[in-house]
């Protein structure tokens, strides 16, 4: 059998990328891209505890799914808000939008 | 045993390649594509460890759902005269120090932090606990994310009507 901690350490990696193409891209589109992949690292160690704790209660599967129905709202609202900055900026690098900046 | 830990090293490689594709890819439509294939070997881990119900949903919401409206949103957004801009901006030596921080920190939690579980041999079926389970223990937080849901689809149309 395959250890946790593989499963924890490529969950770690996934989260890291995550975290540097957040805090890096330009695009906002990539940012939103990035922080799916961070929801997705947190999730696959979800579901690995829930298959390598002895009781088989599957919480951390229960907890995947609403991860999952929170992402898909968050892509759509965020995708929302990215397409009204495009029509009110004409760009969408987060660097460019510094109307609240001082 | 050993077969399932190659297969798993060959699907982690396949992951990380995909998600760092995503992550420093110039391209934005190559990055959304390369998004496409970390979402499926994501898939493919979860039914490595058991829960093929996830795996089916993964790639019915991430493939087919959110990853086409990233595509549309791309569509919709870029410049072609902004395929040779710089797609990185000018925190990333402090992005790459927090970055590689979390990851030590996570590393090392994974390695000492957490006792060797060993877990059951083989799951039983799960997707008929699954669907017992959103309906009694976990009822109240099932509704509220359809009501979530909902709430998140009419405030995405009213921001991306027009006037």
Redesign the interface.
Known sequence: ?????????????????????A?????A??I???I??ML?AV??NF??F?????Q?M?QG??F???I??????????G??????L??NFKT????EINLMKW | ?TI??GI?YIL?VF??WA??V???GKN?VR??VA?IF??CG?AA??V????E??AA??VL??VG??TI??L???M???RISSAT????????V???I???G??VG??Y???RG?P??????R??E?TP??GR??LTT?AL?FEV?SI??L???V???I??R?E
């Open positions: 059998m395959i250890p946790l901690s593989h499963y924890l350490i490529l969950g770690a990696i996934l989260f890291s990328l995550g975290v540097f193409g805090l890096t891209r330009r695009n589109i990539a939103l891209m990035s799916e992949l997705n999730s696959l579901i690995a829930a298959r390598y704790l002895p088989t599957l599967q229960v995947a799914i609403f999952i129905a929170i992402a898909a709202a968050e892509a759509a609202v995708l929302a808000i990215v397409l009204g495009y029509r969408v690098n987060v660097d | 045993m399932q830990l798993f982690a992951t990380v998600a760092a995503v992550v420093l934005i990055a959304a998004l970390t979402f994501m881990l979860y490595l460890l058991d829960a119900f996830l949903v993964q919401i991430y759902g959110i409206l990233l549309f949103a791309i919709l957004t870029s801009a710089r797609v990185i901006n000018d925190q990333v402090l992005s790459a927090a970055a590689a979390i990851l996570l590393i939690a994974a390695m957490i060797a579980l060993s877990g059951p041999p799951l039983p799960t606990f699954l389970a959103l976990y937080p994310a979530l849901l709430a998140g689809m405030g995405a149309i921001l991306a027009k």
